[in-house]
């Protein structure tokens, strides 16, 4: 495509990041379906939905992140269970043998615990278009206002247990040095030195945990760095890949981010902490360390 610039250019895959090209040549497939995930910290006051309705990539169907969630939990945005999730996605019209894209508002970001969900429950067939909304818009691409026609689909779950990780697993890792634990969140709040956006919580982070802000894993226009790129701020930060891998973050969202890029690396031995920080930092009788180390 004449005028592309490389950091522009992504390998497409559709089982994990496909570019707003490659989303453009198969708008229409009839096995495609679009989701909008974009999700916002409480503090950024910005309502994800009304901002879907007002405009969207035409075909997309609306994924509520805090709706996808276990309401008994007691925590934020928690993994679903399996029927659940199930029901959720054949009320948006989703069902065996499809294709998923899923995008956010902010490039990459809500979208990746999105497409951690589906690959969690068995899909293999799910990416998050590189850039999301923000490069769709500045490409001129057509957005709309119009709802996607539904029709209810069979849609089955294989749940895998092994991408997901509590609260006892973790501490025990943390405790014993099995994983390498990954921290999404920004580097204040990792350190500790910056309060977190839920009242109540201690800071830190968790003993033993390596510092990888989710945001240094992006380019400037908001797409994800190439894999080599990848590969080295891993390496930099000093993470040791060769042991199993454990994301963790603030409420499990940014963490998702770390896996998607692991998996565009081929690291595949992972698992997410769903609680995150708003569980860990909650209870007074789990360690917690500050500063970068």
Not at 1 to 20: E, I, N
Not at 41 to 56: K, V, Y
Not at 86 to 114: P, T, W
Request: proline share 8%; glycine share 8%.
């Amino acid at each position: 495509m004449q005028g592309l610039h490389l950091s522009d250019q992504v390998d497409d895959d559709p089982c994990t990041l496909v570019s707003t090209t490659w989303l453009a040549a198969h708008l229409n497939d009839s096995d495609l379906r679009l989701l909008d995930a974009s999700w916002f910290l409480p503090t950024d006051r910005r309502n994800p939905r009304a901002e879907f309705e007002a405009a969207h990539i035409p075909g997309a169907r609306f994924f509520d992140i805090e709706a996808v969630a276990d309401s008994n939990a007691g925590l934020p945005n928690m993994a679903p269970p399996p029927a659940l999730f199930a029901s959720r996605m054949r009320a948006l019209g989703l069902g065996d043998g499809q294709q998923f894209v899923i995008y956010d508002s902010a490039g990459v970001f809500s979208a990746a615990r999105a497409w951690w969900m589906f690959r969690m429950m068995g899909k293999r067939a799910v990416a998050v278009l590189d850039g999301g909304l923000p490069k769709w818009q500045a490409e001129h691409r057509i957005t709309t206002a119009t709802p996607a026609p539904i029709r209810d689909r069979h849609f089955t779950v294989a749940p895998d247990a092994a991408r997901t990780m509590d609260v006892t697993a973790v501490a025990r890792a943390s405790k014993l040095g099995t994983h390498t634990i990954i921290d999404a969140r920004a580097p204040d709040r990792f350190a500790g030195a910056a309060p977190e956006p839920r009242p109540g919580l201690r800071g830190g982070h968790i003993p033993g945990a390596i510092n990888v802000y989710f945001k240094d894993l992006l380019q400037p226009n908001g797409t994800m760095k190439p894999p080599a790129a990848l590969r080295a701020l891993f390496d930099a930060a000093g993470v040791d890949l060769r042991r199993p891998v454990i994301t963790t973050c603030g409420s499990g969202v940014a963490s998702a981010v770390l896996v998607l890029a692991l998996e565009r690396i081929g690291v595949t031995d992972h698992s997410l902490y769903d609680g995150s920080w708003a569980e860990w930092g909650m209870f007074a009788d789990l360690p917690i360390a500050k500063g970068q180390s």
